[in-house]
Nanobody
Framework: QVQLVESGGGLVQAGGSLRLSCAASGRTFSNYAMGWFRQAPGKEREFVAGISQSYNIVDLADSVKGRFTISRDNAKNTVYLQMTSLKPEDAAIYYC????????????????WGQGTQVTVSS
């Protein structure tokens, strides 16, 4: 299994930006597609973004297209989520996830989850 640790969450005003990081250890990071999910209080965990093992093919939820960017650095075993133009509805716990491929991520077929990092957006 790959172990995942998120960082970078916090409080930001609406319209602001944050960059989340997810550091991986254990199994070979480059073997996994990586993604971000989020869960707001009283709501189901939802897919936000995913990136393939290679060629950096990206999937983004419609709600974040044009505002969020996912990237990965296989040399650093890290995946990032750059969030801009944040809205109050983006507030949630953000979870990093590993999957065997991009499709598996979108289907929530997850090999490993991080512990989550809180993002709060004030209006």
């Amino acid at each position: 299994q790959v172990q995942l640790v998120e960082s970078g969450g916090g409080l930001v005003q609406a319209g602001g930006s944050l960059r989340l990081s997810c550091a991986a250890s254990g199994r070979t990071f480059s073997n996994y597609a990586m993604g971000w999910f989020r869960q707001a209080p009283g709501k189901e965990r939802e897919f936000v973004a995913g990136i393939s093992q290679s060629y950096n093919i990206v999937d983004l939820a419609d709600s974040v297209k044009g505002r969020f960017t996912i990237s990965r650095d296989n040399a650093k075993n890290t995946v990032y989520l750059q969030m801009t133009s944040l809205k109050p509805e983006d507030a949630a716990i953000y979870y990093c996830a590993a999957g065997i491929n991009r499709i598996a991520l979108t289907r929530r077929e997850i090999v490993s989850w991080g512990q989550g990092t809180q993002v709060t957006v004030s209006s």
